[in-house]
Nanobody
Framework: QVQLEESGGGLVHSGDPLRLSCAASGGRTFSTYIMGWFRQAPGKEREFVAAISWGGGSTYDADSVKGRFTISRDNAKNTVYLQMNSLKPEDTAVYFC??????????????????????WGQGTQVTVSS
């Protein structure tokens, strides 16, 4: 079973950048997991932000963050990142990383779904002030 720990959240101003990290430990070889980032604002459902394939060669982003956020991974460091630029107040949420341990094929649908992921971190708070 893999353990995931997010870091890098905090309070920033509108337009600032922030980079989140998610370190994995235990479980299978890190490169065998599809990794995703999700976020949840108060009173709202958890929503997809970005996902990355096993080797990092393919990614998907939510429309709301396209062009501003970039997901990446370093399999040698067992870490996935979310670089967030041009942050907006509406980006305020708890950000979670997640690991998909299935053997499904990479495609545009499954990585966007909460239920596709088997393991979740505890989350890190990102607050963007206007």
């Amino acid at each position: 079973q893999v353990q995931l720990e997010e870091s890098g959240g905090g309070l920033v101003h509108s337009g600032d950048p922030l980079r989140l990290s998610c370190a994995a430990s235990g479980g299978r070889t890190f490169s065998t997991y599809i990794m995703g980032w999700f976020r949840q604002a108060p009173g709202k459902e958890r929503e997809f932000v970005a996902a990355i394939s096993w080797g990092g060669g393919s990614t998907y982003d939510a429309d709301s963050v396209k062009g501003r956020f970039t997901i990446s991974r370093d399999n040698a460091k067992n870490t996935v990142y979310l670089q967030m630029n041009s942050l907006k107040p509406e980006d305020t949420a708890v950000y979670f990383c997640a690991a998909d341990a299935s053997t499904r094929s990479w495609g545009p649908v499954a990585p966007r779904r909460v239920e596709s992921y088997d393991y979740w971190g505890q989350g890190t708070q990102v607050t963007v002030s206007s």
